[in-house]
């Protein structure tokens, strides 16, 4: 049967607040999985231990989920701490959450935003000793210290403090103790999902530890270490600190195959049983048959002549097309599921629609559920199988998912 997605839009941006206004019909859903992350929040846990706190990384829309409906989600699975990358991800965050939940910009903030950041609580990666002075001034006039995490130059050379510019940050903030609370003190691996990384991430667990060392005999008192990420946590256990940051592994997805393999090797030898994946997929995207059409053999498909029926054919559109994050490169490529069957793209991908051929699916009608990314039946489409046919990466994929698409939570 046809379904319409009529929901609330679950953003909640400036000019969203008439309700009758947010009442649209949209052409597809994704639905997470409450079941699914509140299972790989308990994998995630016994991987980490009791005592690591556990921070939810929702930067990219969470990984294309959505984070006004992901954040409460997660708060409702025990999730506390959340890290976006910039201000702006901060502020959906500070709207969507429930809880008494923290906050924690990893990345872009404005100094004219830190005076915002700071009235409301929220922690942010100091790089440079600008920013420390404009947090400064902020702090003096919120009447309220400004919670910075160092992140530290261990190797990846994109934003951390060298041991000069950490010097001169420590001189400011050391001068001007009561503005400041020394929230953590982080690092980024430059690759920990894969081997060929493998020396030079040793490097930089030395590096980052020893740098601690010399914060802890000039009497730092610093917070929290973290410095893990998904693979970190499983590739090298060692980085399994007081945080851990965890984005894509929550969802449901492994870093990359090497991890998976590395993680499945290592148990299924201890316990002798067949490997079962703990990771299970939050998010299902779906939409339904707009059209039938019956095509003649010869007859071509959709723009130009990628695609020519060799005999006559069934062929069903789908109103989601490379706008919605369905890549252009699936075109003839991809598969999606109608009635439990796998079936193919046919033609080129369009803006808003794909035409698929149902050809061995004599029932499929209009309003016949379509499964994009997840399970119908016994079948199932991952992110994994749809990355490895663009050559994208799962992170890739999930982003692009457009922003507007529903997201709708069910068990
Ligand atoms: C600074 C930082 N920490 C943690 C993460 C989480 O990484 P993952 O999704 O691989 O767990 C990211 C994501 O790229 C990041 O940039």
Known sequence: MREFYKIFSPQKNEGFNNIESNLVIHSSVIELSKNALKKNLQFLRKQIG????????????????????????????????????????????????????????????????????????????????????????????????????????????????????????????????????????????????????????????KRYNQMVEDLKKKGVSFGLRHTACSAAVFNYPETIMDMVRVGIAQYGFWPTKETLLHYSLSNESESGKRFVDPLKRVLKWKSHVINIKQVAPGDFIGYGTSYQAPRNQKIASVPVGYFHGFSRNLSNYGRVLIHGKRVPVIGLVNMNMMMINVTDVPNANIGDEVVIIGKQKKMQITVASFSDMTDNLNYEVLVSLQPDIPRVVVD
Request: hydrophobic share 40%; glycine share 8%.
């Open 50 to 205: 009791s005592k690591t706190l556990f921070s939810s990384v929702i930067k990219g829309n969470a990984y294309g989920h959505g984070i006004e409906v992901f954040v409460p989600l997660a708060e409702e699975c025990g999730v506390r701490h959340f890290s976006v990358f910039d201000a702006s991800e901060g502020l959906r965050t500070l709207q969507s959450i429930t809880r008494d939940s923290h906050i924690m910009i990893m990345g872009a903030i404005d100094n004219d935003e830190l005076e915002w950041a700071i009235e409301n609580g929220i922690s942010f990666y100091t790089f440079d000793q600008d920013r420390l002075n404009a947090a400064l001034i902020a702090s003096k006039l919120t009447g309220k210290p400004a919670r910075i995490h160092l992140e530290l130059e261990t190797g990846l050379n994109r934003m951390g403090l060298d041991d000069e510019n950490l010097n001169d940050v420590m001189r400011i903030v050391e001068n001007n103790s009561e503005h400041f609370r020394i929230e953590g003190v982080s690092t980024h691996y430059a690759g920990a999902e894969s081997i060929n990384n493998y020396l030079r991430i040793i490097e930089q667990i």
